[in-house]
């Protein structure tokens, strides 16, 4: 699986023809976020293309994936440094056991549940793994 954290572009629209080139040719199931970039530039554009390569892009919701026999659910969390983010949307109706939480912004982890998720942020631009 492949996950994808958001900032696709930087503070202009330019870098937005260039999304599909760099992340073409992913393999296995590949889920993403929009960060706070993708925002300010226009998040509908960025979506778009981004779920045109077959990446549904996840904006305060969640879906499951079957992996080697179990389910997942991956929840995608908005933003929150543009305060698009609303955790309770993105985990109202999760079940399964095993949560795999994509948050643009690190700090988004402080309002998580505690109940043994794992959380992956992009923002930082170094990235950032929460346990």
């Not at 077959?54 to 543009?82: C, E, F, M």
Request: charged share 25%; glycine share 10%; with cysteine.
């Amino acid at each position: 699986m492949t996950v994808l954290t958001g900032d696709y572009v930087t503070n202009s629209r330019s870098p937005l023809d260039q999304v599909p080139r760099v992340l073409a040719g992913l393999e296995g199931p590949t889920y993403a976020i929009l960060g706070n970039h993708d925002h300010h530039v226009g998040a509908r554009d960025v979506r778009e293309r981004v779920e045109r390569m077959g990446y549904p892009v996840l904006q305060n919701q969640h879906t499951v994936v079957r992996v080697k026999g179990a389910d997942l659910s991956v929840i995608g969390i908005d933003d929150g440094r543009t305060r698009h983010d609303d955790v309770a949307q993105a985990l109202k109706g999760v079940e399964t056991r095993s949560k795999l939480v994509l948050a643009h912004t690190p700090p988004t982890f402080d309002k998580l549940p505690d109940d043994g998720l794992l959380c992956l942020s992009g923002h930082t631009h170094g990235g950032q793994v929460l346990l």
